[in-house]
T-cell receptor, first 116, second 111 residues
Framework: KQEVTQIPAALSVPEGENLVLNCSFT??????LQWFRQDPGKGLTSLLL?????REQTSGRLNASLDKSSGRSTLYIAASQPGDSATYLC???????????????FGKGTHLIIQP | KAGVTQTPRYLIKTRGQQVTLSCSPI?????VSWYQQTPGQGLQFLFE???????NKGNFPGRFSGRQFSNSRSEMNVSTLELGDSALYLC??????????FGPGTRLTVL
């Protein structure tokens, strides 16, 4: 059974710092890995999707890497801002089953606070 | 392009009742998945529908069911509600490359 772990569970840093969030998974047979952010009481916003054949993806100040063989992914946030405060979730999907979506397995998330 | 929409946004029910939640996926997306989010268990996969057929199911009791219509809209139903069913229920629609896009969720409170 796939298990996803995110470290740290919570993180508070001053504005402007660069930071790294970690995600590890136990079964390397994944189809892709997706990073989300969730604001309190809201749904999930997709940040980055990394296919299993890719090593990294970038979007603005965000960069996500994937090392499938070691079961690890990192989300790098550059020049953090107070608006980045949210819970960040990592999720992996199982191998492709022939069309459509398979259930994602989520980590418990990293609660991030950026101090102004 | 409009995002995933869910109705209602909030629901309060009592134990033993049943509830139906609705989800409209992004236009053109044929796959809809449902998740339950609670503080203790985090996000857990309920089931996924593709072209009106349930293709995958998570580890939830039979009280949780769903369906998908020909226009890809989906509903999930929970019968005989229990206190532990209080949660945020999230719907996601999937692109062809399996990137999932989530709606705002329905907050269900069972009293």
């Amino acid at each position: 059974k796939q298990e996803v772990t995110q470290i740290p569970a919570a993180l508070s840093v001053p504005e402007g710092e660069n930071l790294v969030l970690n995600c590890s998974f136990t079964d390397s047979a994944i189809y892709n890995l997706q990073w989300f952010r969730q604001d309190p009481g809201k749904g999930l916003t997709s940040l980055l999707l990394i296919q299993s054949s890719q090593r990294e993806q970038t979007s603005g100040r965000l960069n996500a890497s994937l090392d499938k063989s070691s079961g690890r992914s990192t989300l790098y946030i550059a020049a953090s801002q107070p608006g980045d405060s949210a819970t960040y979730l990592c999720a992996v999907s199982p191998p492709w089953s022939g069309g459509g979506a398979d259930g994602l397995t989520f980590g418990k998330g990293t609660h991030l606070i950026i101090q102004p | 392009k409009a995002g995933v929409t869910q109705t209602p946004r909030y629901l309060i029910k009592t134990r033993g009742q049943q509830v139906t939640l609705s989800c409209s996926p992004i236009s053109g997306h044929r796959s809809v998945s449902w998740y339950q989010q609670t503080p203790g268990q985090g996000l857990q996969f309920l089931f996924e529908y593709f072209s009106e057929t349930q293709r995958n199911k998570g580890n939830f009791p039979g009280r949780f069911s769903g369906r998908q219509f020909s226009n890809s809209r989906s509903e999930m139903n929970v019968s005989t509600l229990e206190l532990g069913d209080s949660a945020l229920y999230l719907c996601a629609s999937s692109s062809r490359r399996n990137e999932q896009f989530f709606g705002p969720g329905t907050r269900l409170t069972v009293l």
